[in-house]
């Protein structure tokens, strides 16, 4: 089956930093990944969907220059988080969309984002 | 714009009970629908999805679910529940256009009892 990987798993910076987070696509090319966000005990609202070789889409209220998306090749999408603060701590999913199965959706395990 | 309501935040069951959980969606066409299981600290498992035809899909795990068109439901159902199934259910209705986005419910957290 199809399987996305996420890495870190866990990662803790200091407030100020950046932190990028890779998610990849291991058997499959994914023409189109989503990053989401879930905060504990929530749901998973989505931040942003990524095209390779385009820019990213941003769902409203979330800022384009805190969070980078990168989507470079058809397996690798970053979300890296600029100059993070302790109110980004959250859980980042990420899924991708088979090109050649276009209705579903595979998650990774997520990563777990911790900024003291 | 889609939208899922899931009205239950927990549900309790006790092991070997049936289960269901509800799932209400708002789109304006024909829609796709999932429902996500995920365990603490996890990402999200496919139990099912609905795409078109049979409106009554078989997932993994026992699981099955009911497209009610009139209803706007997709509830997910079990006949036997297992201790191993406590966990967060996510239903959630992709866009049949663009990206063809997810729409998550807030989930309803399942609990079962010995």
């Known amino acids: 089956g199809a399987v996305v990987s996420q890495h870190p798993s866990r990662v803790i910076c200091k407030s100020g930093t950046s932190v990028k987070i890779e998610c990849r696509s291991l058997d499959f090319q994914a023409t189109t990944m989503f990053w989401y966000r879930q905060f504990p005990k929530q749901s998973l609202m989505l931040m942003a969907t990524s095209n390779e070789g385009s820019k990213a889409t941003y769902e409203q209220g979330v800022e384009k220059d805190k969070f980078l998306i990168n989507h470079a090749s058809l397996t690798l999408s970053t979300l890296t988080v600029t100059s993070a603060h302790p109110e980004d701590s959250s859980f980042y999913i990420c899924s991708a969309r088979d090109g050649g199965h276009s209705y579903e959706q595979y998650f990774g395990p997520g990563t777990r984002l911790t900024v003291t | 714009a889609q939208s899922v309501t899931q009205p239950d935040i927990h549900i309790t069951v006790s092991e070997g009970a049936s289960l269901e959980l509800r799932c209400n969606y708002s789109?304006?066409?024909?829609?796709?629908l999932f429902w996500y299981v995920q365990s603490p600290g996890q990402g999200l498992q496919l139990l099912l999805k609905?795409?078109?035809?049979?409106?009554l899909v078989q997932g993994i795990k026992g699981f099955e679910a009911e497209f009610k068109r009139s209803q706007s439901s997709f509830n997910l159902r079990k006949p036997s529940v297992h201790w191993s199934d406590a966990a967060e259910y996510f239903c959630?209705?992709?866009?049949?256009?663009?990206?063809?986005?997810?729409?998550f419910g807030t989930g309803t957290r399942l609990l079962v009892s010995p």
């Open positions: 609905y795409f078109s035809g049979d409106t």
């Open positions: 789109y304006g066409a024909t829609p796709y």
């Open positions: 959630a209705v992709g866009a049949n256009t663009g990206f063809q986005k997810l729409v």
